[in-house]
């Protein structure tokens, strides 16, 4: 608020313009109310004591006008000064109420009363909290003591009594129970208004919420639209590189080397993206399944060794003896990608020296056991006042930091995004130049079932040999790539362009597997399979299939199962993604 207005201005409008909001304006309201009435009844009484000549009266009503005539010029010149005005109308208030009582009245009569009721709401309406229930006892309590004292005759005061005749004070009543009125009044009249100014703010809040889930829910159908459209061709981009490379010459190679570095690279910077835009709108739910512990950790290294060896660092992955055979209930895509992240930064921001993935089981109680997992590097470390900021999304610790390592920042969010759906939190150590160590404990529930068989099985790429399997699919880049990858592992295939065509050869000849497309023209691969699911010869009806989609809506996996298919690939696929799930429906056959 402006801190004082023109020394000429008599105007309390003026004063109230500069005030937005409606309880202080309520407050210059009571205050002006106040002074006003209390020059008013003082103005009353003065005929009267210069009649009777009351000295005593007489000096204290002069004292009173002057005080409340400098009072109202002040408020109107420096309206910043409400507060201690309103400390020293109390505070008159209080010395009004005592000098009645011991001094000029000496009794409690009506208008003390008045007073003391005047004051106890003044001083909370004006100021509020520990101060105004302070003001309130000193205007209470002397009355309180007046009382008990006179019932004991402690009271002995020698003035004389000043009373001023009824007439005058009941003016002064009246005047009082005005003043009362409209200080409440006002002070209502502010409260009402800003209720309906907080009920119009809510309203506005819950349109603005309303509309930003708008937002979310179209940024989200962006993202997996524009994903599903870069998906599909980063698909044959991927798959004929890793074809080429069988194929071609020692020149070639290394570019082959640097086209599907490149294509994997974007691909998991879109599959980032998403992942943290899903995670943002809650959408990321745990799959619960069997996952052998140390094969997974075994897994995972040996996905990371090429890249450690490439900058001839040691990997190492260091488990207790008490976990091989550790069976355990969680999602090993997720747990996956939380350990992938952390070993692929601190292999990306290491350049000698080793790291290190250890994993030891810290308690078993009953049929859950806490693991205690930890992926330190000797790295370049993370400086100290970088290490909250750096799991913020697209942060990274420094701004050199995406010129000289890549990245965009959103491995660490996702990270911590995912552990906290696993109800866990990441700890992280480290020192500018001296590598880095995080770490976080995982409590999951331990599984009885023996599944080792299943896990043990070789991965042979003539596995699949002697396989028939019908691709159904309308982009013909994706269908070259399908053939030329599964004629690698042998496996003989048939091609129809829709779902229709698939329903057509079905009719035809048996199938062991069927790789369907979702969307095409003539009929989509849900459709298709609910028909092929309703078909007579039962072996026919029973064909495994697999949905190939680059389609990363949330509903996918439900709708999947819902039409009968057995499991789905996402596009781009890695060829050993499309081996291993072939693999596993080979071997229930
Ligand atoms: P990105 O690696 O894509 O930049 P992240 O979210 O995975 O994104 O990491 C954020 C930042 O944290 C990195 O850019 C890097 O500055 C820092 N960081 C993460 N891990 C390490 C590590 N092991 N050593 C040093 N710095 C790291």
């Avoid at 008045?114 to 520990?130: E, N, P």
Wanted: with cysteine.
């Amino acid at each position: 608020m402006k801190e004082q207005l023109s020394i000429f201005n008599f105007s309390l409008k003026k004063v109230l313009d500069l005030e937005p909001d409606s309880f202080k304006k309520a407050r210059y309201q009571i205050v002006f109310t106040i002074l006003t009435f209390s020059l008013l009844k003082a103005f009353i009484v003065l005929p009267y004591v210069i009649k009777y000549e009351q000295h005593l009266q007489l000096a204290r009503l002069i004292f009173i006008i002057v005080s409340l005539l400098v009072l109202t010029k002040i408020i109107l010149y420096k309206p910043a000064s409400l507060l201690a005005i309103s400390h020293i109308m109390l505070v008159m208030s209080l010395a009004t109420i005592w000098s009645n009582l011991f001094a000029y009245v000496q009794a409690i009569n009506i208008f003390t009363i008045q007073l003391i009721f005047l004051t106890t709401l003044v001083s909370y309406y004006l100021i509020g909290g520990v101060q105004a229930a302070c003001y309130s006892a000193m205007a209470i309590l002397p009355a309180v003591y007046y009382l008990i004292a006179r019932h004991a005759g402690f009271v002995h005061i020698n003035m004389p009594s000043e009373e001023v005749d009824s007439e005058v004070s009941d003016a002064v009543v009246i005047l009082n129970f005005a003043s009362f009125l409209l200080i409440h009044y006002l002070y209502y009249r502010a409260f009402r208004k800003n209720l309906m100014e907080k009920e119009a703010l809510n309203l506005q809040l819950q349109n603005n919420v309303v509309e930003l889930n708008a937002l979310a829910e179209s940024r989200s159908l962006f993202l997996s639209t524009m994903s599903h459209e870069l998906r599909t061709p980063l698909n044959g981009v991927i798959g004929m590189a890793y074809l080429l490379k069988d194929s071609a010459l020692e020149e070639q190679k290394d570019k082959l080397n640097i086209l599907e570095f490149s294509a994997n690279n974007l691909l998991s910077v879109i599959n980032d993206v998403l992942d943290y835009n899903k995670s943002e709108l809650g959408k990321i739910e745990l799959e619960a399944v069997p996952v052998s512990l140390p094969e997974l950790l075994k897994k995972i290294h040996s996905g990371l060794e090429l890249k450690a060896s490439e900058k001839h660092l040691d990997l190492v992955l260091e488990t207790d003896e008490s976990l091989e055979n550790i069976w355990v209930i969680t999602d090993p895509t997720r747990l996956t990608q939380i350990i992938y992240n952390l070993a692929g930064n601190a292999i990306k921001f290491t350049d000698e020296g080793m790291v290190k993935i250890k994993v030891t089981l810290r308690e078993l109680l009953g049929d859950r056991a806490t693991f205690h997992f930890c992926i330190s590097d000797t790295g370049i470390g993370i400086a100290e006042e970088r290490q909250q900021a750096i799991f913020d999304p697209f942060t990274q610790a420094s701004s050199d930091t995406t010129r000289k390592y890549g990245g965009t920042g959103l491995g660490l969010a996702i990270v911590k995004r995912l552990l906290s759906l696993f109800d866990s939190a990441i700890e992280l150590e480290s020192h500018s130049g001296k590598g880095s160590v995080f770490k976080f404990h995982l409590t999951l529930p331990l599984c009885q079932t023996q599944m080792k068989a299943v896990a043990e099985q070789k991965a042979d790429t003539t596995y699949l040999k002697g396989l028939k399997l019908l691709i159904v699919e309308d982009n013909r880049i994706n269908v070259l790539l399908l053939q030329k990858l599964l004629s690698k592992w042998e496996v003989e295939t048939v091609i129809a362009w829709n779902g229709q065509e698939a329903i057509d050869q079905l009719q035809l000849q048996y199938f062991d597997c069927i790789l369907m497309d979702i969307h095409m023209p003539v009929m989509d691969g849900y459709t298709a399979t609910s028909s092929i699911r309703n078909l007579a010869d039962q072996m026919k009806a029973n064909v495994p299939i697999i949905a190939i989609t680059a389609s990363v809506s949330d509903q996918l996996y439900a709708k999947i199962k819902m039409v009968g298919m057995q499991d789905y690939v996402h596009k781009p696929f890695q060829p050993k993604q499309l081996f291993d799930k072939l693999k596993l429906i080979h071997e229930v056959m």
